[in-house]
């Protein structure tokens, strides 16, 4: 519930709730993220590792302290921590001269810890730069004074990046128009970052011979995503999917009477592959309770398969008092203890085939 609560503790609110009912239940608790915020937190909950601290450049260049996480030879890294919009103030926002510097550093350090395996979370960004910054960390790495070509560190590497953001690099449905003004960037500015990356995209394609400006994730991040399909052949995973798998939540789950999911705002957009549809598409036959902070298009939602959709605030409830935290673990809880789950035997619907 971004902005309010983070994953881990609205499950522990429904959690707290569902015991008031049901005492002796035994509850599993899942954080989960789409690949943005919270990325590295749910992942070390599902995979355990080591959290990593590096001292690398924000957006604006300014030194900062990033983390990612680490177990084995797998890394896994959220671009918000070294490249994400929490970073900047709203009067610093300027996607003409936000860099993704700071994420080449982290995955340079990964690399340098002996990471082959690399999971990159492409939510939450500032930057519109095509991933440019990011190699620029990656050659003064590795090949200083030379060119990304003389990069041999990074051969046996394979990275996955994690987004639902199917959008290609240029165009009207590209980076810059779709995702920059939220980013501080003006029209005429959003003309411009367009055209940069198309120059950047041309001139990548006729030097590799080949080109991902198109590939679904091109657009994610501000570009980032064209940067590591174009220059790290990248696969690119919607987020939920690659830490539902990590998680094992398939195994987890088939003997469950109930599972609860949510996020902020529940709506038709949700059915685009957004994160609670990840868990549901992974229950199985288990009913899926769907709660959030506002509900629209319930109707839908129920013909999607979910079992129950809740809104977890009364009418009228205004949005600044309904963003406090303490309002809304107290909502959840209320939620989740207010009656039986009178479904929680009941047949799964089946997945409209919208989705």
């Given amino acids: 519930m971004k902005g309010c609560l983070s994953s881990a503790d609205a499950n522990q609110a429904a959690a707290d709730g569902v015991r008031h009912v049901f005492p002796d239940a035994d509850i599993v608790q899942i954080p989960v993220s789409d690949g943005g915020e919270g990325f590295i937190e749910a992942f070390h909950a599902a995979i355990g590792g080591t959290v990593q601290e590096v001292t690398v450049c924000d957006p604006m260049m300014r030194i900062i302290t990033a983390k990612y996480l680490l177990r084995d030879q797998e890394a896994v890294i959220e671009i918000a921590q070294a490249s994400g919009l929490t970073l900047l103030s709203e009067d610093e926002r300027n996607p003409m001269i936000a860099t993704s510097y700071g994420t080449g550093q ?57 987004s639902d953001v199917k959008n290609p690099l240029c165009g009207a449905q590209g980076a810059a128009h779709i995702f920059a003004p939220q980013k501080g960037a003006t029209p005429e500015m959003i003309e411009r970052l367009d055209a940069r990356a198309r120059r950047f995209a ?67 957009q949700t059915l685009m592959g957004k994160l609670p549809v990840g868990v549901l598409r ?74």
């Fill in 106 to 162: 982290l995955i340079a350090d990964a690399v340098r810890k002996g990471a082959k395996r690399i999971i990159v979370g492409l939510g939450g960004s500032a930057t519109s730069d095509a991933g440019v910054g990011m190699l620029r960390a990656l050659i003064d790495a590795f090949a200083k004074r030379g060119q990304f070509d003389d990069i041999t560190e990074l051969q046996d590497i394979q990275f996955t990046i994690a």
């Fill in 202 to 268: 041309e001139v990548s394609a006729e030097h590799f011979g080949y080109d991902c400006s198109n590939d679904e994730g091109a657009g994610a991040a501000g570009g980032l995503g064209y940067a590591f399909l174009q220059y790290m052949h990248a696969t690119c995973r919607p987020g939920i999917e690659v830490l539902l798998e990590a998680a094992r939540f398939n195994d987890v789950v088939k003997d469950a009477d109930l599972v609860i999911t949510g996020e902020g705002s529940a709506d038709s």
């Fill in 282 to 355: 992974h229950s199985g036959d288990v009913p899926v309770c769907l709660i959030a902070g506002r509900i629209r298009d319930r109707e839908a939602l129920l013909r999607a398969g979910f079992s129950d959709v809740r809104c977890i605030n009364p009418e009228g409830f205004s949005l600044q008092e309904a963003m406090r935290p303490e309002v809304a673990r107290k909502h959840i809880s209320g939620l989740s203890s207010s009656q039986p789950w009178r479904f929680i035997n009941s047949q799964k619907k089946n997945i409209n085939k919208e989705i």
